[in-house]
């Protein structure tokens, strides 16, 4: 039998809208004050879910049970399956000693440490959340940062806080897809929407990113190289997504700000080198950095082979993303497992959507298009031409699962809660307390957009579960719908650096186990900032600048 979604279960949407927050309020106090392992706090918010969706909102325990289920799959491939194969990748580097070498060929090219953050973090993060997506970009910074001897706090922190602005766009544009064909907007209207909101944020996140690690002063010694930074990501961004499409809007960008800062430092080098590898005011709580080790200058072939591994790493990473290879490689193998006693039986209803919708309940075993499939292709392949033999490369992977077990788990149990927060109707009615705020709504349907990304860790899923509200919430209030549904992609993006699921890829990548709290504390000040930055924008276009809202003809 089919269930309907309840938004308001207690007749206020106050107590409704407080008993919804309650999960995710468990999950974060038990991470962020009570000093709880991050398993435990995901399954102490996964408890209080289950309760509140079943009690409260009416869900059959059935239905829930399976939604969490069906949310544990979904965390486990393809999230966890990126951040096991990167470590793998990772672990295959460092054990070999090529990784050292990348440090200091990396360091040939800055030995500034605010400047190498701007190369890894942003620039070349920002390629890796183009072409793959979904933890992708976190995962490998964070770990790239740690190798070069930055603190956990450090690499894992602004590996986060750099991976904002790309977010809309990531997985060859999946996330702006995702919303004009989930809810009938125009592809090149909403690209273009966006693509008028996030280079602003393009050009302030990597004067923000070095802000935090390195303070004013040290922010300001270097900022002409951010400004090429930042303009040279901006610029692209602004361009292809209004006058070509989303698709290959991240990979363009970032390959021009790489490429424009590397020029650039060619030129010109700041007055004063920063060595230091820990965030400015953290000094006491940032974790244990890797003893810096002397540079050495590496023959040129030596170099090559260290940047082979993630050299294949990019080149197959992108190339899985391509619409024709995931199709074809779908194609092969990718059975879908519509979950049994859940899918279609679940209704959305108004003022959500226009009317009545069945949720689908599908779990696609996509494991040959995966982009962890794509990572471990190339770890392995990396690995043989680094002269690993089979045998070893067994074992290392087989070390690398028994370091991330822990992980794994927790990014199950965090998918299972926001899975059973959508198919319950919880975090519905969380947006819905958004969609109350009249004239305010600008800047409130952003941060709706926000919550959906930090509740779900995904811009995708958050465009999915918000995107139709805003567009009906936008119609009664008049305001241009195209507009409220690219603000809630862009205010999302400033969601993803507090999202459960990503800070654990970030402590996963960098080795700083159980850290998931300080890490989540000293993200989320910059993740409210700057989605509230992003609100006000909004508001200023719905109400000051309205033809900037004007749809691309």
């Known amino acids: 039998m089919s269930w309907q979604q309840v938004y308001d279960p207690m ?12 999960p995710v309020v468990v999950m974060l106090v038990g991470l962020g004050f009570l000093h709880m392992k991050a398993h435990v706090a995901a399954a102490a918010g996964l408890t209080a879910a289950l309760v509140i969706a ?8 059935g239905m829930a049970a399976r939604a969490a289920w069906l949310g544990a799959l979904t965390g486990l491939l393809p999230i966890g399956w990126i951040v096991l194969n990167i470590i793998f990748l990772h672990q295959l580097t460092e054990r070999n000693g090529s990784f050292k070498v990348l440090q200091d060929s990396i360091a040939g090219v800055t030995e500034d440490r605010r ?3 701007l190369l890894i973090a942003f620039s070349f993060g920002a390629f890796f959340e183009g072409a793959a997506g979904f933890g992708t970009p976190v995962a490998v910074t964070a770990a790239m940062l740690i190798g070069l001897g930055f603190s956990p706090l450090a690499a894992s922190g602004l590996s986060l806080i750099a991976n904002t602005a790309p977010v809309a766009y990531g997985a060859l544009g999946t996330p702006i897809l995702t919303l004009a064909k989930v809810h009938g907007y125009d592809v090149m209207a909403i690209s273009a929407m966006v693509g008028r909101q996030l280079p602003f944020f393009s050009l302030l996140v990597p004067f923000w990113l070095i802000w935090a690690f390195a303070g004013r002063r040290g922010m300001l010694q270097i900022w002409p190289a951010i400004l090429v930074t930042g303009v040279a990501f901006a610029v692209p961004q602004f361009i292809v997504s209004n006058y070509i499409g989303p698709e290959l809007v991240d990979v363009i960008s970032a390959g021009v700000s790489m490429l424009a800062l590397a020029l650039f430092l060619r030129v010109w080098k700041p007055a004063q080198i920063w060595t230091s590898v820990v965030p400015r005011g953290h000094e006491a709580d940032a974790g244990s950095a890797a003893p810096a080790a002397p540079r050495t200058v590496h023959p040129t072939g030596d170099v090559l082979r260290a940047w082979m591994p993630w050299v294949l790493l990019a080149v197959f990473v992108f190339l899985w993303g391509l619409p024709p290879v995931k199709n074809w490689l779908n194609g092969l193998f990718a059975p879908n497992y519509p979950i049994t006693g859940l899918h279609n039986l679940i209704e959305r209803v108004p003022p959500v959507v226009p009317q009545v919708t069945k949720e689908g309940a ?37 070390a690398t699962f028994w370091k991330v077990r822990f992980s794994l788990l927790t990014i199950a149990l965090m998918l299972a809660l926001g899975t059973l927060t959508r198919y319950s109707g919880l975090d519905t009615t969380l947006g819905l307390a958004f969609a109350a705020s009249g004239a305010f709504y600008p800047f409130f349907g952003t941060l709706m957009g926000w919550l959906g990304v930090a509740l779900t860790g995904s811009d995708t899923a958050s465009n999915v579960l918000f995107g139709g509200m805003q567009k009906v919430a936008a119609g009664q209030l008049g305001l241009p ?5 690219a603000a809630n992609s862009s205010g999302g993006v400033m969601g993803k650096m507090i999202d459960a699921q990503s800070i654990v890829v970030a402590s996963t990548a960098t080795g700083w186990l159980n850290k998931e709290g300080e890490i989540l504390r000293y993200v989320f000040f910059h993740s409210l900032a700057l989605a509230a930055l992003v ?6 276009q719905a109400y000051v600048f309205p033809f900037t809202a004007m749809v691309v003809k």
């Open 115 to 117: 400047l190498q953050l």
């Open 481 to 485: 719908v195209n507009l409220m549904g």
């Open 54 to 61: 079943i009690f409260a909102f009416g869900m059959p325990a």
């Open 362 to 398: 599908v779990y696609a075993f996509t494991l040959l298009s995966a982009t962890g499939t794509a990572i471990l292709v190339a770890a392995i392949i990396g690995g043989l031409l680094a002269r690993y033999n089979p045998i070893e490369l067994v074992r290392t992977y087989g």
């Open 535 to 540: 609100g006000i924008l909004v508001t200023l």
């Open 11 to 22: 007749g206020s949407m106050v107590l409704s809208t407080l008993l919804a927050a309650i």
